[in-house]
């Protein structure tokens, strides 16, 4: 059974930071495009930063130079490392995984970041 666990989320003051984790189980991690999403209250989800097995990485505009995304394969996990945040980055983070070699995507279940002083 697949399973994507997000954690790190919670309230942190306006220029602060946050790492958020995407602890991945049940697939071959090394075979999975990951990537971030997130939905602020009211709003649809939106894209925030995509890696490749490769390595290759794209970021959204509104995140670039603050948010770096990146993955440890020993560990299985997917990480989005959050810099100056600022109010309008307030969102659930949702963790997905896409595989390279099929159909299959699957999505954890968020972790809530409120930016807020």
């Known amino acids: 059974q697949v399973q994507l666990v997000e954690s790190g989320g919670g309230l942190v003051q306006p220029g602060g930071s946050l790492r958020l984790s995407c602890a991945a189980s049940?697939?071959?991690?090394?075979?999975?495009?990951m990537s971030w999403y997130r939905q602020a209250p009211g709003k649809e989800r939106e894209w925030v930063a995509t890696?490749?097995?490769?390595?290759?990485?794209t970021n959204a505009e509104s995140v670039k130079g603050r948010f770096t995304i990146y993955r440890d394969s020993g560990k299985n996990t997917v990480y989005l490392q959050m810099n100056n945040l600022r109010p309008e980055d307030t969102a659930v983070y949702y963790c997905?995984?896409?595989?390279?070699?099929?159909?299959?995507?699957?999505w954890g279940k968020g972790t809530l970041v409120t930016v807020s002083s």
């Open positions: 049940g697939l071959t991690f090394s075979l999975y495009t």
């Open positions: 997905k995984a896409n595989s390279d070699y099929g159909s299959s995507i699957y």
């Open positions: 890696i490749r097995r490769t390595g290759d990485i």
